[in-house]
T-cell receptor, first 115, second 114 residues
Framework: AQKITQTQPGMFVQEKEAVTLDCTYD???????LFWYKQPSSGEMIFLIY??????QNATEGRYSLNFQKARKSANLVISASQLGDSAMYFC????????????FGKGTMLLVSP | IAGITQAPTSQILAAGRRMTLRCTQD?????MYWYRQDLGLGLRLIHY???????GKGEVPDGYSVSRANTDDFPLTLASAVPSQTSVYFC?????????????FGPGTRLTVL
């Protein structure tokens, strides 16, 4: 079974609108971390936001927020006020803290922001 | 500027040839990782190292080897390249003990095996 599932291969949003990118995860480890990375067309991987399994509040970083629903095992990324520069591939990833600090990535969601 | 460098940027390689992808970080991070990225599959972990002198296998280690002689360098070797190893390869590092311990990525190496 996949540990990280991103069900949206592609998403479209208009500039200035908000968009939610879905991510569900599967783990039996009580301690884990969830990450979102952005990969623009230039290819580099950019860390966006982190949510720990014991964090009481949803993580926020500027226009990025993470809608963390622990019981549903979901960690959706919300981008508010989309910009053209947000067009990129977005990856959700999980680290299970009982093992080594390795990340398991989802297959990604391509976001296209239109004017 | 602190970060991770990878070399070469891109390479076309004949099948059966040996190839080493280089990765160097100057952040003094303990942990380093190698991933391959293939269309539709996301990033998959090949090998990792939690500290100098130790390495471990990831999800797709077959056909690859790594070494970690010091903190800064983590080369990935394809002993006898095959076309299925055509991919984009990313090296990453992390503090492995930091508060968040996010991984920092290099710019990638695009490898084509013919």
């Amino acid at each position: 079974a996949q540990k990280i599932t991103q069900t949206q291969p592609g998403m479209f949003v208009q500039e200035k609108e908000a968009v939610t990118l879905d991510c569900t995860y599967d783990t039996s480890d009580p301690s884990y971390g969830l990450f979102w990375y952005k990969q623009p067309s230039s290819g580099e991987m950019i860390f966006l936001i982190y949510q720990g399994s014991y964090d009481q509040q949803n993580a926020t970083e500027g226009r990025y927020s993470l809608n963390f629903q622990k019981a549903r095992k979901s960690a959706n990324l919300v981008i508010s006020a989309s910009q053209l520069g947000d067009s990129a591939m977005y990856f959700c990833a999980m680290r299970e803290n009982s093992g080594y600090s390795t990340l398991t990535f989802g297959k990604g969601t391509m976001l296209l922001v239109s004017p | 500027i602190a970060g991770i460098t990878q070399a070469p940027t891109s390479q076309i390689l004949a099948a059966g040839r040996r190839m080493t992808l280089r990765c160097t970080q100057d952040m003094r991070h303990n942990a380093m990782y190698w991933y391959r990225q293939d269309l539709g599959l996301g990033l998959r972990l090949i090998h990792y190292s939690n500290t100098a002198g130790t390495t471990g296998k990831g999800e797709v280690p077959d056909g690859y080897s790594v070494s970690r002689a010091n903190t800064d360098d983590f080369p990935l070797t394809l002993a006898s390249a095959v076309p299925s190893q055509t991919s984009v390869y990313f090296c990453a590092s992390s503090d492995d003990g930091g508060a968040i311990d996010e991984q920092f990525f290099g710019p990638g190496t695009r490898l084509t095996v013919l």
